[in-house]
Nanobody, 122 residues
Framework: QVQLVDSGGGMVHAAGALRLYCAAPARTTGSYAICWFRHAAGKEREFVAAITWSGGLTSYADSVKGRFTISRDNAKNTVYLQMNNLKPEDTAVYYC???????????????WGQGTQVTVSS
């Protein structure tokens, strides 16, 4: 069982920046890939970014490439999503998720955070 706590959401103006956090308890064992998804009102949930346990491999949705950066600090059991140049269409609830491999975390993660709201005004 992996418990995830995501945080860092808020309200910003377009072109602003936010940093999201996905933290697991210090007692968490095992190595997990982490993925960020987002779910906007009236739309389907979509993939945003993912990172392997080692941090050596990352993947991004085309809509966020060049603006968002995913990274991790395993010593702190935390994954970050740095979001720059935010646009109103980035408004959504952002969720982090964990699985054992990059492939499965993107397709069918078993563990989820509770979500954090990001609102970007024009």
């Amino acid at each position: 069982q992996v418990q995830l706590v995501d945080s860092g959401g808020g309200m910003v103006h377009a072109a602003g920046a936010l940093r999201l956090y996905c933290a697991a308890p210090a007692r968490t064992t095992g190595s997990y890939a982490i993925c960020w998804f987002r779910h906007a009102a009236g739309k389907e949930r979509e993939f945003v970014a993912a990172i392997t346990w080692s941090g050596g491999l990352t993947s991004y949705a085309d809509s966020v490439k060049g603006r968002f950066t995913i990274s991790r600090d395993n010593a702190k059991n935390t994954v970050y999503l740095q979001m720059n140049n935010l646009k109103p269409e980035d408004t959504a609830v952002y969720y982090c998720a964990a699985e054992t491999t990059l492939r499965t975390v993107v397709r069918a993660p078993a563990y989820w955070g509770q979500g954090t709201q990001v609102t970007v005004s024009s």
